[in-house]
């Protein structure tokens, strides 16, 4: 399906909005003020089923709709399966809630010592800096506070999370998120970063953010200095689908790693969107070509009125297997579940382990074939020695 990844294929453009000031449309204000977030305006473009139609009317008691133009832009209208389109175009399945979703899938609730703060694993902490994004993805795993659909009214504080952090010496790396923290002002990112940098337990800092997809133009050369200053500062970004590799997204990733910063991607795994041995090894080679190294594969969670979008964790397993060994190491994430209910983050693979006998650990090659190394101390029969020639030597 996607046989070229060649740079000559990766979209670029305007689109529907070609008559729009190219200094408009490169604004990332522009974009934001111009998103699609009404039914009427998603009418306009697409022709819409009943079914996401009713998604969208809906979408207010649940998850608020946006999108911005450019990341719009990205969506085959002649597709009613598009994989961008099933991201961020709410169907009616988000209404239905089965009895394994949850509102807090990950148990984020209970680890909450101070607003914003989940604090699960000891030595790092989650730092919750604002509720907004650029685009709402239909399986977000915080919808019970993203975009404040669900009238939980987050208010982000950053100083007691500051607080927080500065008192507890044993956490040396701090992830902003959210929300979308490059939502926030330069003055408001660069306040906090500085802070950050200012406490001497910490050691790594880190962003997730969609924004590189959704809005490539808020990138600018400013707020790369930003980052340049307090650096080094990791980036996660969120790409699900080859398609999503634009152009625009490949030159935000080159300044931001000309200004010095690491790039990683959390991909989710979501039926029709990329569960798919072809889409995802296509999606992760496009990644190596912007620099940015594959980080996780995550099963969705069970966010309530997600099971539309859910895949299959065996096809998480099966496309593990169909890359290890098929494709570039540096090109392969790991695939994870984050155990609901809150125990955290666990490693999916594909078995390669056969057994471990008294002998050996018997091993599966990515070809299937079998393989033995010895433990230690169970393959110490002595076939030949030449020690006693060396004798002079070791006495
Ligand atoms: C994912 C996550 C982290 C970061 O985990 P890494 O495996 O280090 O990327 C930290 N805290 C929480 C609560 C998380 O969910
Ligand atoms: S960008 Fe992240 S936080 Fe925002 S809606 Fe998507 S998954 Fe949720």
Same mark, same amino acid.
Do not use: E, F, M, Q
């Given at each position: 399906m996607y046989p070229n990844d060649s740079l000559d294929n990766w979209q670029r453009g305007q689109g529907l909005w070609a008559d729009v000031p190219a200094a408009d449309w490169n604004n990332w204000k522009w974009q934001l003020k111009n998103r699609i977030t009404k039914l009427e305006q998603l009418e306009e473009h697409l022709k819409l089923s009943a079914d996401e139609r009713a998604g969208c009317l809906f979408a207010k008691d649940k998850l608020a709709l946006a999108i911005t133009p450019y990341f719009f832009n990205?969506? %085959? #209208?002649? %597709? #009613?399966? %598009?994989p961008i389109r099933r991201q961020v175009v709410p169907r009616a399945g988000e209404m239905t809630v089965a009895l394994e979703e949850m509102l807090d899938p990950v148990g984020e609730e209970n680890t909450k010592p101070v607003d914003g703060i989940v604090h699960r694993y000891p030595d790092r902490v989650l730092f919750l800096v604002t509720d907004r994004c650029a685009a709402y993805c239909r399986?977000?795993?915080r919808s019970r506070l993203v975009s404040n659909a669900q009238d939980y009214n987050f208010h982000p504080e950053f100083e007691s999370g500051l607080e927080y952090i500065r008192n507890h010496p044993e956490i040396r790396d701090v992830l902003l998120s959210g929300g979308d923290p490059l939502l926030l002002s330069d003055k408001k990112l660069d306040y906090l970063l500085g802070e950050l940098r200012k406490i001497p337990h910490i050691e790594f800092i880190r962003i997730g953010s969609r924004i590189p997809v959704f809005l490539p133009q808020r990138i600018t050369p400013e707020l790369c200095e930003i980052f340049k200053k307090h650096g080094p500062i990791w980036l996660s970004i969120h790409v699900n689908t080859p398609n999503e590799c634009s152009i625009e997204l490949r030159e935000a990733c080159e300044r931001l790693s000309f200004a010095g910063v690491p790039i990683g991607n959390q991909s989710v795994l979501l039926k029709d969107v990329n569960d798919d041995v072809e889409v995802m090894k296509s999606l992760i080679h496009r990644l190596l070509m912007m620099r940015v190294r594959p980080y996780y594969l995550y099963q969705c969670d069970l966010i309530t009125g997600s099971a539309h979008l859910r895949a299959d964790p065996r096809k998480g397993i099966e496309i593990m297997q169909a890359l290890r060994g098929h494709t570039t190491g540096y090109a392969i994430p790991q695939f994870v579940i984050d155990a609901p209910g809150g125990g955290g983050k666990i490693p999916i693979n594909p078995e390669y382990v056969k057994e471990v006998t008294k002998e050996a650990i018997v091993m599966r090659n990515f070809q299937g074939e079998e393989y033995r190394y010895p433990l230690v101390g169970a393959?110490?029969?002595?076939?030949?020695?030449?020690a006693p020639e060396l004798e002079h030597i070791l006495t």
């Open positions: 990205l969506i %085959d #209208p002649n %597709d #009613p399966n %598009d399986y977000c795993t393959a110490d029969k002595v076939l030949d020695s030449k």
